[in-house]
């Protein structure tokens, strides 16, 4: 259950709040070129967009227990 | 008239001076080294006073001045109670439970015989 | 080959299916046994996925690039923020809301007028969006039969039309199963999630088809693109266009939350708040998933396709189909079926509920002819109203679906309801976190922002479509410019949904916040702005009852649940609550304030709160209660609430630290005690030897008369009583050292063989003075060495033994000593032939000034303090000290001191 003033929902939300600006402008104008032929804007936006669901199961499914 | 005297304690040097000091006051003396004999001797002996050691084995001077103390027949008797604990409940506690007076080791000599000799002659 | 028959068996077997799931799901959930886990849950929140994802990403992703993921990040980043979602959750249940339409109305004071007004933007705005989906089935149809049986007639106009009849049905049977529609469709929900599950499965299916069956794989797409000109701005991201993607993602974050279809899974079929846990990292993951491919798929579609007329909405199911893979192309179309199917349910029951229940209910509530004071069962009619509504919300999308066909309007209609929803933020977040926002407020900032959306979002796509002039797109209405409907006040140069949504939210917010500001709210509004805001910290049903006065009857209120419930779940309801105030027949309820409120959440459940409102009203007598009364109430209960969760913390704490310190108190008496009784113990121990002594030397010093014989005497005891008070002072030092650890140890390697001999020697003379025979049994071989101060060890050894010879009969006393080495310590052992201890002794001997063996032969001579330092001493080695004895018996003092760790 979450509770009242769980630190885990402040978690979480502070995971929207890093999430936030690492996938808007001005950063996602920076990676540019491309690895294998894949290109680079495509990585960066999947890995981060993995990287916080990751991050939110750790935080949701593990440190709530 | 001779009174009598019963010295109750378990220290062998102790008794060995007061029953020298008491025989040389000319008093009549007889000894107990522990609570039982002491009540034993006060039946026999029929002393006129008692001195008694606290800490003893097998009865305590408590025990021992309070047995004494029920039985009404002895109530001519005079009990001075010695101690080498000076703390002032058990000088309460020997007081309130029927002794005459209290001295606490280590004593002058010339007090206890005063002592011993007042209490027996105010009777 | 596919034929007509067996896509029309597969769907319809695909159907029932869902039918059948359905079914299970309400069976397990009437059962009392749900079957909506974690997982079930938040797998129906991918409903937020519809055909606009499962074919419109594609198509997106060939002009726009990486720009869809847009609609993806949004809802991730904004599930993140569980707590806002907690929040609904929480005052959703407490108010048994039914609808985003009811959640507003009930925060701002149970507004009918409110109600209606979100019912009709959300109808307005998300009709269009299920036309949407029913084009998009009878688009994937036309793909697959166009290739297939060469259909001439437009056929597949009247099998959409069924499809949209099948739904209804479907839609009908398991989402108005119950009138009350706070009640869960837990069949439903069971549904669309294996729709998820099945949506997901086939786009995956086709994208790894394409990317690594049709091409070698992503990099040789993307490698590929890049070396054709027109392709490769696919490959990065529009950067002159920010603003775009920010407002997208805005958009679609608000969308997750307040798409009717989204409010009514994640929060009116939330089962359990802790569900949330497992949702806030899968419903993104979903997500992440089902578009990882969209970009290979439209990149791929293109080179594959290059120069054909092909659409690229279409590439999920021509890709396949252009490869001969039929098999995967009816499985491409079944997702598609899926991902329609649960979008078109979950909204078409979302609005309904929104429809009935703040449209019609009022309107027929203030019809004079309405049946209001008669007794008779309305919910059949509710009910027919609900289903009445479910039809003719898929009627209205079908006959948008016809009426628009390939028309932008219908194309673009994903992001413009997204836009069109977005309105209700301002509302419901002020609504949620702000206690100033009033009616007023809401409704000013609602209208304004829904005129903006309409003339700069929705009246253009239509004019693009050609149904309406497009004059004031192009030259403003009334020709002035300042008022082009994309370029309003000349701000131009944003795309037109970041446009709408700055000017629409400016307005809403801007009249929202400023028309709160100069209204006052009345007593409704503000005891539903105090629940609302502050649901986690506020839950007192005392402060509920007080905020109603009047008088009620409990026929009167019993009556109106019956008619909008249904005898039969009324009477349910009403022995539940019976239960909760203990009372044995609910026909005894009494029908207090509590028992209102217990019966207008009932209705709410029904009919909507707004109405729930009205006819609670217009069956009991209320007194109206003033605005300051009613937050005085309200402030009260929070306050007492907080003092008095203050008040037992701070007690609590007294009486930790009270217990704390009781038990310090008893620990220092203890010691105190023990202490006093030290001192009391080695006050005697000292005074017996110098009462004799005082006693003696007196008596000497008094009479010069005394005999040589007596004199000679009395001197031996003073001097024998004066050693014995020195012996006794120092062994009293020795302890207090030991027990202070301020000892001083010499440590080294100590023959302890040598030291028991040697200890045995040096009392020899007193073992013959006192006919006490001495035997020692030593192991042979070489020296036994351990760790040691030899001093102290000589120092227990003589101790023993002297302990020893003090209790045997003198005469026959036999003392033996006996020395094993085991595997890591050296047992010794001094055993004689005295009188024993008793079982109680054995320890006590131990124990400071506590001597064994008083007999009648007189008191033992010592200190009794031997053997408690003994025993230190012994422990300090690391050893034990103990004896074994039987009274009569002997005793036999052990000890073990250990052997020095063997270094191999």
Known sequence: ?65 | ?123 | MTSSWLVALLSTAYLGLLFAIARFGDARADAGKSIISANVYALSLAVYCTSWTFFGSVGRATSGGLSFLTIYIGPTLMILCVSVIVKMVRISKRQRITSIADFIASRYGKSQFLAGLVTVIAVIGVVPYIALQLKAISASLDVLFQQAVEASEPWWLDSTFAIAAVLAVFTILFGTRHLDATERHEGMVAAVAFDSVVKLAAFVAVGLFVTYGLFGGMSDIFQRAAATPELTRLLGLDHGRPETWTSLVLVSGLAILFLPRQFQIMVVENVDEGHLRRAVWLFPLYLLLINIFVLPLAIGGLLHFAGRPVNPDTFVLTLPLAQGAEGLAVFAFIGGLSAATGMVIVETIALSTMVCNDLVMPWLLRLQSFPLSERQDLSGILLGIRRGAIALILLLGYAYFRAAGEAYALVGIGLISFAAVAQFAPAMFGGMYWKAGTRAGAIGGLLGGFAVWLYTLLLPSFAKSGWIGSAFVEEGLFGWPWLKAQALFGLSGLDEISHCLFWSLFANIGLYVAVSLLSRPGVVEASQAERFVDILRYDHPAAEARLWRGRASVEGLVGLLERFLGPARARQQLAAYAASRKVSDWRRIAADAQFVHFAETQLAGAIGSASARVMVSSAVEEEPLGLEEVLDILDEASQVRAYSRELERKSGELEAATAELRSANERLLELDRLKDDFVSTVTHELRTPLTSILALSEMLHDDPEIELSDRMRFLGIIVAEGERLTRLINQILDLAKLESKQAEWTSGEVDIAEVVRESAGSLGRLFQDRRVALSTELPDGGPLVVLADRDRLMQVMINLLSNAVKFVPPGDGRVRVAMTKEAEDVRVEVADNGPGLGAGEAEVVFEKFRQGGDTLTGKPQGTGLGLPISRRIVEHFGGRLWVESRPGQGATFIFTVPLPRQKT
Request: hydrophobic share 50%.
């Open chain 1, 1 to 65: 259950m979450f509770k009242r003033s769980s630190p885990n929902r402040q978690r979480l939300a502070a995971l929207a709040l890093l999430g936030a600006p690492l996938l808007s402008y001005p950063l996602l104008a920076l990676p540019e070129g491309q690895m294998n032929g894949i290109p680079d804007v495509f990585l960066y936006l999947f890995g981060v967009w993995g990287g916080l669901i990751g991050l939110a199961a750790w935080v949701a499914e593990h440190r709530g227990k």
């Open chain 2, 1 to 123: 008239m001779t009174y009598k005297i019963l010295i109750a304690d378990d220290e062998p040097n102790i008794v060995i001076s007061l029953e020298f000091l008491m025989k040389k006051e000319g008093f009549q003396v007889a000894v107990a080294n522990d609570g039982e004999d002491a009540l034993d001797k006060v039946g026999s002996f029929a002393p006129d006073l008692l001195l008694l050691d606290v800490m003893m084995p097998k009865k305590s001077g408590f025990e021992v001045c309070e047995a004494l103390r029920a039985d009404p027949s002895l109530a001519g008797l005079r009990i001075i109670m010695l101690t080498a604990k000076g703390r002032q409940t058990e000088v309460a506690k020997g007081l309130a439970i029927g002794a005459d007076a209290y001295i606490t080791k280590p004593f002058s000599t010339k007090e206890l015989v005063a002592k011993v000799r007042s209490m027996l002659e105010s009777v």
